[in-house]
């Protein structure tokens, strides 16, 4: 682990460079585990090839001297609209783990978001750092239990929740688990008073349907959800929409922010990126509704792409878990001032002094490539 | 050969891995035949990147607890929609060769065709298994010999007939050749009783038309032999239709169902690829003609693209033999149980309880990538 | 050398096995030299590319038993549409050169092309072969000589000229001048009797314009030279055309056939494939025109597929050369059998009984891919 | 470095063949520093890839033997339409530098474009070599400093002023830094005068914003340094042109020409390449205007594509630097002689006597491909 600053910043030139050093220094079975995804990887390299495939015209002579990326969410004013995505089980890669990542994100003024597996219970992380932070849901079997973790959530003074619809079957990537990796077995800290009810199969059913699915989320669930939520005055954003009906849908019922997301590519393979699906999604649901893009971000220019094509603000998942890994808090910290580096260099070069200014005139149309 | 099953659930993770564990214990030659294709193998790989090509567009948040992957045909209860393929010479990968292939696909209450060049007699195999079974004719040079082979399937409670249309000239892939493989030389036991007539050619005679060809299935005789076999009341199956005309003039000639395939990509290379040419063909016989897909399938997510692109059903080739060669009748099993759980998985991430509900909504169109 | 039939059949299983046998057999810099195309060799990869694009559509059980691959060009047959390209210095490659050629190709009833530079005179091997031969003429710097070949051509009973329009500047493949290889030095035998007349560039004249290209063949030197020719009563074929409108102006001059060709990617680098220029070739001159494909054939299927698109018989150039080099006149003739079976091959796949049911409907189109 | 001529001759083929001989010679840092292109390296890559897709339509038969490639701007007459670009700090790659480069480009009579950041002063480059020269202009942070180098380069007798404005921020190649590259600290020779004011950034200020961009070039000061030049008589050209609505704003300022151009892919990553902006551009500001095209160029087909997409002339970057490091002076004047000569090979085989010939004509267009 990199505990000096001046190391740190010769060795990170590009916010990519974080996984080149993660990879020279984790464990090659977590390593594939955190770089991996499902099935043949198709939805993996789609998220990172939407961005390459993408012609940004730039835009000099500007006058950007007063530029700025601050972006404001319901009066909370962020540095750049990056959010660290929850990813699970962060004591894998350090050992203060999401305490580490929110203090890093709380550094540099930008949001985390905590995952339901994390490594300390969201009560913990909640008092460790005071920064911007939404906790972030599975589904639990027991509805009762789900709920029970809202309330924790808006008891330890979490701005937003999160839940996640698009994974009820979760794969480890195929790579991972030749070399190796298995989870963690012990119930995370968050979920420790919630003990999985045992699912009995008859000889003729499914371990998918009968098994898995008869306890996951759905709309009649999911809807009981955000009212309770709602209820209690918490605010409620939706991660893992590919499907602009789906999208539609979700802003009938409320809901405060969607994040158009296929997982990082570990959910179903052969998913489009959620690049291609975002331009669909924000025709779907207008100008007005809160939009995040998470998957396949690798750098502020992407960012800026990402935003181009309809984003508000962006989710980074496996660049925060290398930063964690190589230098921790202030890894990520490192991370998040390098993304928004270059994500400011990208608006200078395209003539934009803030983001209301980055819209898709910035992008030569395919009918122009 | 693996025989413990803990063993195989460990190193099997996705059907996919079959085919490395195979490669490593087949001789290379033997490896190359079957994997192989022919030409440039061409067709071959168009077989694999058509797959790799579809968008599927999930749809989570279904309540899909009563789901299901059952297929039902002429009142018989399949627990998938996958056959074995017909495959030929079977013993060269297990001594118990289609016995084994058989007994895997009863095990799991899946369908299998069986190959006119199987290494046991149609009469062996029927008898050691009470699953699901077809028989698959490839046409003899005396049109009395064929007929005799459909008479002998249907006293054997063979339930279809599958006549393969596409490969009169049959081409060993190039690779194999060249590592010294050789096809066995003996009558396949099927074919015993009937020698090949043998062919003299005149001097300014094409060994390929005068010679193969005037051997070789042709309308005319096909018509004849769906007669023989209408009358003896076995359905008919047609294999190796990528042409929508010619599916549509086998329809007019009342066949059972369709199989479309380029035979793996073994048959006339440069063809298009069969999930390239399903929607064409399903488009022309119209919804109510049963379609199998074959050529290409690697896994149950595979499986659900072709359903979704209009077939019924799908074929399994290559995967079926590595499965066997690997752990026979278990191996064999234990392959199309996985295929199952992949396939009900994308069900399930698709928001499908049953096949019914696979359809084209569920393919981002190309219009939109 | 390979002089033994049952040898050389074993290691030729298909036409481009010639390639692999010459590689292993001829010197780095000469094997270079042939297989090198001009500047980058993107011409070159998309000649192959532009083949390996193209989707046939089957077409079995069509009965073709009474098949044949035989061409008929003005009363002379030939067992199929294939003709040797001329190739310059083939004794580079083999002592009999363009003897054993010409005998390969009398074997085997197909038709044989001279060069101009050929290691024999154009006299020799007329007298060494009784097939059918045309002789390839590149333009002399004066006019008159150019003319004593085409009268001494048709003294020696060549059946047509073939005049070549698309390299006045020839280049070697880098890679060869890079591994040293040279042509060459001594005046060709067809040319013994026609020194070059010296050029003097004046100071700010270019080695190109008033060098190469003052000596080169125009639209007035061309319409002379096939107005002499068919004053001789001989044909006249036009080899390298890729542009539709120059196709069009070579027919109003009364050309007998055009040769589409971008010189087997030796010419002008970043020139279109010749089978992507065929189709809008003949759709220029119409159906009436007999038009030859070179460039870019490797196996019988590619020439199915070059009559598909538009042609009525092909060139072969690099694989001529290459069986040339592995075993002489026997091995010209075993790949003109080869190439012959795998065409035969291909239309029996196709249903295809003659060359005339070679078309366009064999092609999945590209609306349709 | 090769100081023989001959030996010169026998190692460059073509133009690139100065790319691979530089490989061997320069440092690893210094050589990734000149090959490689900011971020991803995308635009990079891009700049290659749009030359290569290119289809040129050969049209042979025409009479070019008075040919000439010569261009002739406002009465001045250069041997081609080819300009060195301006390439910063060239004493990293030979002692005589961009003196060396100026001789070498006056010897085959092109012009030269001297960068701002010159190892010689623009009074010495400008007294060692009679040929027609441009001075490029980096603007300083005070405009009093950019008007004075006008000044300097209209008295020392540069004929235009050539004004960049894509690079208000410049990053060196990823690979380069990794390496240890790093530029001159130096202030260079033109700017010793001009010491860079100190930017001092409050807590809350970007050091992309409010440090760098504030003393960037902008649409105001650039119409102040246009007035100041025209007033001084001096042309002006500007630099680093993409986006067509720019284009149209430049030519209303009187500018005398457009370099459409992404700097090399050294600027913003993902910018389009500058060919596929050229008729875009073109058409944007009509035919008069005077366009040239920088980026991409690595032979003289490239320039004959620049041509007949709409360029008047081109730039050449980074083969210039490895002509001066291979050889010097004599290297440069070599490498502009053979793009010479592959313009004109191409200008032969494409039929055109004169730049004037060279349209869009000799493309294929897309719809054709």
Partial sequence: MITDYQQLQRQVLCAQDFETLAQTQLDEALFAYIAGGSGREISLQRNLQAFSNVRLLPNSLQNVAQGSSAWYYKNHRFSAPIFLAPV?????????????????????????????????????????SAGWQAFQLYHQPRIEDSMDLIRRAKQAGYQALVITVDA???SVSLQARKLGFQLPQALPPNLEDYPNPSVELAKDESYIFQGIMSQALNWQTLTQLIEFAKNLEIEVWIKGVLNPQQALRLQQLGVDALI??????????????SLQMLPKIRQAVGAEMTILLDSGIRSGQDIFTALANGADAVMIGRLQVYALAVAGALGVAHLLKVLTEELQMTMALCGCASLHEINATQILESADV
């Fill in 88 to 128: 699970a089980h962060q004591r894998l890669l350090n050992e203060q783990a999401e305490i580490a990542s929110a203090q890093g994100a709380e550094a540099i003024e930008q949001g985390m978001i905590l995952s339901t597996f994390s490594s300390y219970s969201l009560e913990e992380v909640a008092q460790a």
């Fill in 168 to 170: 009820p079957v979760q």
């Fill in 260 to 273: 158009v997301s296929n997982h990082g590519g570990r959910a179903l393979d052969q998913a489009p990126s």
